[in-house]
Nanobody, 123 residues
Framework: QVQLVESGGGLVQAGGSLRLSCAASGRTLSNYGMGWFRQAPGKEREFVTAISWSGGTTNYADSVKGRFAISRNNAKNTVYLQMNSLKPEDTADYYC????????????????WGPGTQVTVSS
């Protein structure tokens, strides 16, 4: 069993930056692929980025490439999402998730989810 909780969301102006954190309790995250998803009101949940804690590889949605960066600190059982050059279209609830795959890009491949944190980007 793994519990995940996100933090770091808030209100930021377009062009600004935020760093989200995902803290895990329960099992170590060493054998889990980790990912971030987001969902705006009335829209489908969308893959943002993923990282393999074993292989050290990453994957990004085209919409965030060059602006967002996922990272990990296994000693702290924590995953981060650094978000730069934020745009109003980045506004959404952001969710951290853990998968039983090295890299997973589909939400059905994830087995544990955090409750989410709100990110609002104003123009």
């Amino acid at each position: 069993q793994v519990q995940l909780v996100e933090s770091g969301g808030g209100l930021v102006q377009a062009g600004g930056s935020l760093r989200l954190s995902c803290a895990a309790s329960g099992r170590t995250l060493s054998n889990y692929g980790m990912g971030w998803f987001r969902q705006a009101p009335g829209k489908e949940r969308e893959f943002v980025t993923a990282i393999s804690w074993s292989g050290g590889t990453t994957n990004y949605a085209d919409s965030v490439k060059g602006r967002f960066a996922i990272s990990r600190n296994n000693a702290k059982n924590t995953v981060y999402l650094q978000m730069n050059s934020l745009k109003p279209e980045d506004t959404a609830d952001y969710y951290c998730a853990a998968a039983l795959l090295a890299i997973a890009t589909k939400d059905h491949e994830y087995v544990y989810w955090g409750p989410g944190t709100q990110v609002t980007v104003s123009s």
